[in-house]
């Protein structure tokens, strides 16, 4: 090539890059750069990308793009039996998957009208919040290690990995489990994993004070979150953002109290909310949620103990059984938010139409709009709050 | 006042936040270190009892040479996977004799009796690169004839090497107690 054609070509296609990089330079402003952010970058997991225009360190605009993870768990569904798309749930969110199991099987005892064992209701209860845990536990410290501190990924993985042994005597595994079948639970706790949890929960209330001290008072983290991020409970409805996310800006929505399923009515504990509608916020609702957590356990165990020799499962439908026809939805709420699975059945063997509602998805359409007008520093920083597993994003 | 706090209290408090927290971190280090060194070290066998690996055959009480398999393929369908293979055994060739009674019971028109075949599977191969570990093979087994193994320590060099003959599996776990290999056709 000429370097005159090379200079044409330039002027036609600046950037070069692929379609999304183009479509958004359409929109850019002069003399800004357009910068990817991942999906390499360690904030953004190896499977996001985020096109930013940047004027100096400052965003212009952003916009994620999607689809580094094609899985088509939705699709999948039409082409397994009910009971074989169990194992899928756990993929689509191996931070939480046990919310996931719950919705997807909840979903099919709704629509084929099972109900399930009160000892099994327990067990979904407490092997579900243990996960929730889990779940808070490798967010606080992958988000401290995106903004740049490396020991408390470390101390939150001591505790983690002391609830993925209690969560592995039930489930046997640690970290797809596919354990919720349709009518009850795969295995039944143990009088051994019954004392783990008992033991685990005022060790766990030693951490929390502990965390505090290391992390969530220090000032460099203070001045890393507070005021990052400004999502207003207007931002957070348009974009139907959910659980940790929409209670950071005050909004007081959680599936257990609002939409109760299973035996959360029976429980007393607290939806933490806070109105700084921050990074700040988010952290600090999170941290809040891991002590009620804890709660709702001590009350489930005394629960667990008093259904202590019952059933765990209603009568186990056989691999190919047909649900009835008609449809279905349940919600459950993850360490991430609302998670919804809506089933249709046309009464054959396999589901006709599987539509899973994951919240990290919606949490992160909000991005665009929150990222505007801040450093480039601050966008991991936002990411971060918003706490994405990037298989709910690409499902 | 204000800018007293400002300038002067709040960096003290900012500061002995820093303090709080190397206290934490001194704390740690001096504390007994909580990682394994693998593979140097590994963790104790209490914690994998309860680890569901992939799955293997169980053997018959009588015979542990011989799974308590009946090749009914209830495993193989339900595995949302494909990762199980049941062969079934072909039945044997009549013998001379077998083969007269039962040209004889034919000519008469009674029903004719062929020399069935033998319930345990011919072969049991799993793909354990494609298993996805739920458990519904086991749950699903009429006759209780597989189990969660708990071997953590699988390494291989291709992904062949996660294919494994379950039978075989079986027989060298059973070993001591064989006398005999036993032989494909049996
Ligand atoms: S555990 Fe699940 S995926 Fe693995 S072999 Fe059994 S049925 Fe198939
Ligand atoms: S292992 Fe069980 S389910 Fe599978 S073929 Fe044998 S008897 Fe049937």
Redesign the interface.
């Known amino acids: 090539m000429s370097s005159e054609t090379v200079f044409q070509a330039r002027v036609e296609d600046p950037i070069g890059g692929d379609f999304y990089a183009r479509r958004f330079q359409q929109g850019c402003e002069e003399n800004t750069l357009v910068l990817n952010m991942g999906p390499q970058h360690p904030s953004t997991h190896g499977v996001l990308r985020v096109i930013l225009e940047v004027d100096g360190e400052y965003i212009l605009r952003a916009e994620p793009v999607l689809g580094y993870l094609h899985r088509m768990h939705e699709k999948m569904g039409e082409v397994k039996s009910w009971y074989q798309f169990i194992p899928n749930m756990g993929r689509v969110d191996y931070g939480h998957p046990l919310a996931w199991n719950w919705a997807y099987v909840g979903a099919v005892e709704k629509l084929a009208g099972i109900e399930v064992p009160e000892r099994a209701e327990y067990i979904r209860v407490i092997t579900c919040e243990l996960n929730r845990l889990a779940s808070h536990l490798l967010w606080w410290g992958a988000y401290l290690l995106d903004l740049g501190a490396f020991t408390p990924i470390l101390y939150a993985f001591d505790d983690r990995e002391a609830i993925l042994d209690i969560l592995q005597r039930p489930t046997g595994s640690r970290l797809t489990y596919s354990s919720f079948r349709i009518g009850g639970v795969q295995m039944d706790l143990d009088d051994k994993a019954v004392q783990m949890i008992k033991d685990f929960i005022p060790y766990f209330r030693k951490r929390l004070p502990m965390y505090k001290d290391l992390v969530t008072d220090n000032i460099i983290l203070r001045k890393r979150v507070e005021g990052i991020g400004e999502m207003s409970p207007d931002v957070v409805n348009r974009f139907g953002c959910t659980g940790p996310v929409a209670r950071g800006s005050g909004i007081n929505y959680d599936v257990r109290r609002n939409e109760p399923y299973s035996i959360y009515d029976r429980f007393d504990f607290e939806i933490p909310t806070e109105d700084t509608c921050c990074a700040a916020g988010r952290y600090l609702v999170r941290m809040e949620e891991m002590a009620q957590t804890l709660r709702i356990l001590e009350q489930a165990v005394e629960g667990l103990e008093q259904a202590k020799g019952e059933r765990i499962m209603e009568k186990a439908p056989k691999p190919n059984w047909k649900a009835p026809a008609g449809e279905a939805w349940f919600a459950v709420e993850s360490g991430r938010g609302k998670v919804g699975v809506h089933v249709v059945s046309d009464g054959s063997k396999t589901p006709y139409r599987v539509k899973l509602r994951s919240p990290s998805y919606s949490n992160l359409s909000s991005f665009g709009e929150v990222a505007e007008g801040v450093l480039i520093a601050d966008a991991v920083a936002i990411l971060g709050s918003l706490d994405l597993i990037i298989p709910e994003i690409d499902r | 006042m204000e800018t007293i706090r400002r300038n002067i209290l709040q960096p003290i408090k900012?500061?002995w936040?820093?303090i709080?927290?190397l206290?934490?971190?001194g704390k740690?280090f001096a504390m007994k270190q909580?990682?394994v060194h693998y593979p140097r070290q590994v963790i104790d066998d209490e914690?994998l009892k309860?680890?569901?690996g992939h799955i293997e055959l169980v053997g018959k009480p009588k015979d542990p040479c011989m799974p308590r398999c009946i090749s009914c393929q209830?495993c193989a369908?339900?595995?949302?996977?494909g990762c199980i293979k049941v062969t079934k055994q072909k039945a044997p060739k009549p013998t001379p004799e077998q083969q007269k009674a039962m040209e004889e019971a034919k000519a008469k028109g009674e029903k004719v009796k062929k020399p069935a075949a033998p319930k345990n599977p011919a072969g049991f191969m799993l793909d354990y690169s494609l298993c996805?570990?739920?458990?519904?093979c086991v749950?699903?087994c009429p006759v209780k004839s597989l189990r969660?193994s708990n071997d953590i320590y699988l390494v291989g060099t291709s992904r062949d090497d996660f294919k494994f003959d379950l039978l075989e599996r079986l027989r060298s776990q059973a070993e001591p107690r064989c006398d005999a290999p036993a032989s494909k056709k049996q």
């Open positions: 900012d500061l936040s820093l709080v927290g206290k934490v971190t740690y909580v990682t914690n309860t680890y569901a209830m369908t339900s595995c949302p996977s996805s570990l739920c458990g519904t749950e699903v969660f």
